[in-house]
T-cell receptor, first 115, second 116 residues
């Protein structure tokens, strides 16, 4: 089954404790992206990646890091989480370069609470 | 920069009736895509329908259709024969054509409740 998976689905942590949210897709997609969703703000892009070892900032990258060492994985790293990073996080992926047909597939979301 | 506006924070409709959700956007681009995503209580993001800006014909997917007015920069979603399972948050989204970033710009959402 074609899918984007995220782990963990729920996470409660404390300020300053480094954490990683994993994202994996099995569709051989080149493009992957992270969004955060906050009430009244919709979804905003954090980082994106066009392919292995190619990443760039989205609209709200502060406090986050990403890496793309393998095509299927795109982890989101919070080196020193703060309460303002409490949010619902989505990973998405799609084909790249064949944009007329691609659709972005979203993972199930990770709900993060930083105390 | 692109912006997407959904002017209706909440709407409700009776089961089996028709409802229209509004969306307007602002862009200086000529080639782009527009989307409606559905987010049910499970929080999953589900693509409902997609429209390519170069196409004049409005997209249709079963009970879902859009009214795309490019000159007015309007992209409304019509849901016919509403079902209880349509209850969800609906997001309008925009993406430019081309470029390296396939970023989706989302509106703030419209919470639709279908009443029995």
């Amino acid at each position: 089954e074609a899918q984007v998976t995220q782990n963990p689905r729920y996470l409660i942590t404390v300020t300053g404790k480094k954490l990683t949210v994993t994202c994996s897709q099995n569709m051989n997609h080149e493009y992957m992206s992270w969004y955060r969703q906050d009430p009244g703000l919709g979804l905003r892009q954090i980082y994106y990646s066009m392919n292995v070892e190619v990443t760039d900032k989205g609209d709200v990258p502060e406090g986050y890091k990403v890496s793309r060492k393998e095509k299927r994985n795109f982890p989101l790293i919070l080196e020193s989480p703060s309460p303002n990073q409490t949010s619902l996080y989505f990973c998405a992926s799609s084909l790249w370069g064949r944009e007329m047909r691609e659709t972005q597939y979203f993972g199930p979301g990770t709900r993060l609470l930083v105390l | 920069a692109q912006t997407v506006t959904q002017s209706q924070p909440e709407m409700s409709v009776q089961e089996a009736e028709t409802v229209t959700l509004s969306c307007t956007y602002d862009t200086s681009e000529n080639n782009y895509y527009l989307f409606w995503y559905k987010q049910p209580p499970s929080r999953q993001m589900i693509l409902v329908i997609r429209q390519e800006a170069y196409k004049q014909q409005n997209a249709t997917e079963n009970r879902f259709s859009v009214n795309f007015q490019k000159a007015a920069k309007s992209f409304s979603l019509k849901i016919s024969d509403s079902q209880l399972g349509d209850t969800a948050m609906y997001f309008c989204a925009f993406r430019i054509s081309g470029g390296s970033n396939y970023k989706l710009t989302f509106g703030k959402g419209t919470l639709l409740t279908v009443n029995p």
